[in-house]
């Protein structure tokens, strides 16, 4: 965590993860084992662990992602959003991969927060309902889809 920390002074810097990962970094950073799963399944919610690790590490943004929402921890807050639950997955792995690379698309096209963490989760739901990373054309209809379940 210090490691990811020493880049602040060079540029943005946000640490993504998911809901086990942020967990298990939660549990270290309050000296117990991550392989702890007593300790593990009582771990606060993830707000708390969100701004917990934001805090403790020094790392601007610290972005979460479990498989039902994302948020992102700031100095100033928590900003958190509801995601979509693919019914009929093709692949899981990999879906971080491609919420971490939504998000970030959305930062380098100057999208605000919660409209980056709507493209990472976007990104990341195609991806596991069409089993491939998607292009612009498969965000889009994934969005659409959303969108209307949501109506």
């Known amino acids: 965590m210090a490691i990811v920390a020493g880049y602040?002074?060079?540029?943005r810097v946000i640490l993504g993860m998911n809901e086990n990962?942020?967990?298990r970094i939660f549990l270290a950073l309050n000296n117990?084992?991550?392989a702890d799963t007593t300790r593990l399944i009582a771990t606060p919610e993830l707000g708390v662990v969100s701004q917990y690790?934001?805090?403790k590490t020094g790392i601007p943004e610290v972005l979460i992602h479990p498989t039902d929402s994302?948020?992102?921890?700031?100095?100033?807050g928590i900003e958190q959003h509801p995601g979509r639950l693919v019914p009929a997955p093709k692949v899981l792995t990999g879906a971080g991969d491609n919420l971490n690379a939504g998000f970030c698309w959305g930062l380098l096209n100057g999208f605000d927060t919660p409209d980056c963490l709507?493209?990472?989760m976007a990104a990341s739901g195609a991806y596991i309902q069409n089993g491939y990373s998607p292009t612009?054309?498969?965000l889009l209809a994934y969005l659409r889809i959303w969108a209307s379940e949501t109506n």
């Open 32 to 34: 117990h084992s991550p």
């Open 118 to 120: 709507l493209l990472g």
């Open 8 to 11: 602040v002074p060079f540029g």
């Open 136 to 138: 612009v054309a498969d």
């Open 53 to 55: 690790i934001q805090t």
């Open 21 to 23: 990962e942020a967990r």
């Open 70 to 76: 994302s948020l992102l921890a700031t100095a100033t």
